[in-house]
């Protein structure tokens, strides 16, 4: 086998590009639906710019994934580059990484934390076709000016309810990144999502 002759690049400046990335990510999460762009695509690598660069950038040994989709090429490539082990169910996720959501999605799959220590639950990160152009929602709560606009493709129909149960759960609960191609959008968990136009 001949995997350490193909596995796909990591950073192209490890240092640099995972501190870009992870101050972008946090940024995301602080001002909820602003769109941040995180960095183009890497060569060989099956995901989006901003899904790759934010798995290389915030796991670690002590991070385990969960995948949607259980590619092997994917799952080694990331434990070479960052030491993150795969999560063999959702619960025990720190990150959960959705490529294709139609496939089914439950937000209370993933661990949400506890009433005293909130921060031991998972991010899922969340690609979509678009984080623009959508059903029309505004979004309230913390890091957001009175109300943001958003419009996110591709979500299936019952993931607002899903959220709402989650951000009713506040402190525990689960945050999210949605990411586009090169660009990301946060949602943490207390955010208050209301749908427009009967959406």
Same mark, same amino acid.
């Given at each position: 086998?001949?995997?350490?002759?193909?596995?796909?690049?990591?950073?192209?400046?490890?240092?640099?590009?995972?501190?870009?990335?992870?101050?972008?990510?946090?940024?995301?999460? &602080?001002? !909820?639906?602003?769109?941040? =762009?995180?960095?183009?695509? +890497? @060569?060989?690598? $099956?995901? *989006?710019? #901003? /899904?790759?660069?934010?798995?290389?950038?915030?796991?670690?040994?002590?991070?385990?994934?969960?995948?949607?989709?259980?590619?092997?090429?994917?799952?080694?490539?990331?434990?070479?580059?960052?030491?993150?082990?795969?999560?063999?169910?959702?619960?025990?996720?720190?990150?959960?990484?959705?490529?294709?959501?139609?496939?089914?999605?439950?937000?209370?799959?993933?661990?949400?934390?506890?009433? &005293?220590? !909130?921060?031991?639950?998972? =991010?899922?990160?969340?690609? +979509? @076709?678009?984080? $623009?152009? *959508?059903? #029309? /929602?505004?979004?309230?709560?913390?890091?957001?000016?009175?109300?943001?606009?958003?419009?996110?493709?591709?979500?299936?129909?019952?993931?607002?309810?899903?959220?709402?149960?989650?951000?009713?759960?506040?402190?525990?609960?689960?945050?999210?990144?949605?990411?586009?191609?090169?660009?990301?959008?946060?949602?943490?968990?207390?955010?208050?999502?209301?749908?427009?136009?009967?959406?």
């Amino acid at each position: 086998m001949n995997s350490a002759h193909t596995l796909a690049p990591g950073l192209p400046d490890d240092v640099h590009d995972s501190q870009l990335a992870f101050r972008a990510v946090l940024d995301a999460l &602080a001002r !909820p639906g602003q769109v941040r =762009t995180i960095g183009p695509a +890497l @060569p060989d690598v $099956a995901l *989006g710019g #901003a /899904l790759a660069r934010l798995l290389l950038s915030l796991s670690d040994d002590e991070t385990p994934v969960w995948w949607q989709q259980a590619d092997a090429c994917l799952q080694h490539w990331l434990r070479f580059h960052t030491g993150a082990g795969l999560a063999e169910r959702p619960d025990t996720a720190s990150f959960a990484v959705f490529t294709d959501i139609d496939q089914g999605f439950a937000l209370s799959d993933f661990a949400a934390g506890t009433a &005293a220590a !909130p921060e031991f639950s998972s =991010t899922v990160l969340i690609e +979509l @076709p678009g984080l $623009a152009g *959508g059903p #029309a /929602l505004e979004w309230r709560g913390p890091g957001i000016q009175d109300v943001q606009r958003v419009g996110l493709q591709g979500l299936p129909a019952n993931f607002w309810a899903q959220w709402q149960a989650n951000h009713a759960a506040f402190p525990q609960g689960v945050d999210i990144v949605f990411t586009c191609g090169e660009n990301a959008l946060g949602l943490p968990r207390t955010t208050r999502v209301r749908r427009l136009q009967g959406v």
